[in-house]
Every structure is written in C-alpha cells, then in structure tokens.
C-alpha cells in the first residue's frame, strides 16, 4: 500500500491566538492514539474571517475551532447548526463534513460545566453572576441554566447585548436571568453561589489586566471561575481567593471543550487525562 504523507488538518482561528494552547492539547491526543492530523494555530484579522473560511474549505480541513472574535461572525458560513449552537447564537467548533458542508457546535459552556462537575460543584438551584455577555458568556450562561441554575445575573458594559444574553436564557430555559448595567466597579449581587469571569480581560498578552468589579462584594462562601487559561492565575482568580472564595481556572474548561471537539473531529474517544496532563505540563503546574 502506498504511504500518505498528508496529515488531516484542523486547527484555530482567532486574534488574538499566539498564546492558545490548543494544539499541544490536541497533538497530544492525536499521538497517543496514533492519528496523523494536525492543530495550527492561525491568527485571522476580524475582516479576514471570509477569506479564511474559504481556505479551510480549499485545504480540505476536517474543522477548526474559532476564537475572538469570530464566534459568532462564523455563523454565516455554516450549513447547519447544533440546538445549542443555535440559541446560544455563537461557535466554537466547526466540523468539516465529507459531503463539503460545515455542522457548527458550541462546545464552551458545556466544557465549563464539566469542569464544575470535575471539582464536585453542582449548579442545581444554584445563583449565577456572569461577567459578560459575548460567545464564551452567552454559551456558558445556557448551559449553566441547563445544567440546573435556578437565577443567572449577567453584568455587561454594552446594554443591549447583556439584555439580549438574559433574555435567550429566560427564553430558552427554565432560570430567572436579569441583566446588570456595567458602570464602575460592579458589585457581585448578594446570594451569588458562582461568580464568572467570561470576558478577555486578563488574556495573554495583558496578564495584569483584571475585571473592574468591588472584590469587597466577593464572599467567602462564593465560587469563582475565570474562563481565562492563559495565565492559569489570573489577577481576577488571585485577588477572589484573597476574600476567601473557592476558585477554579480556565485549564479545565479548555481540557474539556478540547475533549469534545476531539470527538467530533476524529470520531474518537479523546484521551482527556493525557491531554490535561500535556496542559499541565506546557503550563508548568505540578
């Protein structure tokens, strides 16, 4: 039989991307179960998306995951929609199909409630507070309703997508959602169980960066998550565990998304504990 040299292309597409791990991620699982495919990592300009949509359709990729801020401009170029890429309106993962049609999926806020289940948190009856309201916000705040949250606040500087976002949770799900205007340092409302960085603020390069809200507001008794994985510790999480909030990082929500687009792509189990451990090994956690 003849060797093939070809590799199956996947990959990412965003700005900014030079600091996303994905692909030593994914690498990794290709590796360890003996696949020839390949993760690059592909920094697109926001007017660019249309011409780098075409060249993943040229080059034959089997899918790509989309980053800012492409999450939701992707959805022009998809022939078909997952239902909770629909009414989250945003996606992350694209799946090339045989038959030249792209399937889209969101696979962030299911990622991240794995990572909640992962650390023994339930979000049954439980009172949300989400930082945000762009793709990673609008499909985690979903998929926490879903998953059993009883109320979601979602606090947003831009008004109009922060009442969108709680409007699609109230729509499509069985949560309280209300939105809070982002003016100066905002205050975590009382009750809050699970408090949510979803914004960028804090991604590589701007490491020192951190959501402008009252720490004074962050209780002891609270979850705090940061969807930023890049640092691990953010100034967000470093500053919430100083009140004496349990945190938990963004490394387990990239595993797990990661392990879902994985599936997608190849049709296989993914190799979740070696991934995470490649993770932690590119991060340097012990």
């Not at 930082?131 to 109009?160: D, F, H, T």
């Not at 909030?245 to 993914?270: C, E, F, P, S």
Request: hydrophobic share 45%; proline share 4%; with cysteine.
């Amino acid at each position: 039989m003849e060797k093939n040299y070809r590799a199956e292309l996947v990959g990412v597409l965003g700005d900014p991307v030079d600091g996303n791990p994905t692909g030593v991620m994914e690498e990794a699982g290709f590796e360890h179960a003996g696949l020839n495919w390949r993760y690059i990592t592909v920094r697109v300009l926001p007017n660019d998306l249309d011409a780098a949509m075409a060249g993943v359709r040229a080059f034959n990729m089997r899918g790509v995951n989309l980053t800012m801020p492409h999450k939701i401009n992707v959805l022009r170029h998809m022939d078909e929609l997952s239902e909770a890429a629909r009414v989250i309106g945003a996606v992350n993962t694209v799946v090339c199909r045989e038959d030249g049609t792209m399937f889209g999926e969101n696979t962030d806020g299911k990622g991240f409630v794995q990572s909640l289940t992962d650390a023994g948190i339930s979000l049954s009856g439980a009172s949300v507070c989400l930082l945000g309201a762009g793709g990673a916000a609008r499909s985690i705040g979903v998929e926490c309703a879903l998953a059993g949250a009883s109320a979601i606040a979602v606090i947003n500087r831009n008004a109009q997508r922060g009442e969108a976002l709680a409007k699609t949770i109230r729509d499509n799900t069985r949560a309280e959602a209300r939105f809070i205007p982002w003016q100066g340092a905002a205050r975590v409302p009382e009750g809050t169980d699970i408090l949510i960085n979803a914004t960028c603020v804090g991604l590589h390069p701007h490491a020192d960066a951190c959501p402008d809200i009252d720490f004074n507001t962050v209780q002891p008794n609270m979850v705090v998550c940061d969807v930023i994985f890049n640092p691990v510790d953010t100034p967000f999480l470093t500053r919430a565990a100083a009140r004496g909030a349990r945190t938990i990082d963004g490394l387990g929500m990239l595993v797990n998304q990661g392990a879902i687009n994985y599936t997608l792509w190849t049709g296989q189990k993914a190799p979740r504990e070696v991934m995470y451990a490649k993770l932690r090994e590119e991060f340097g956690i012990e």
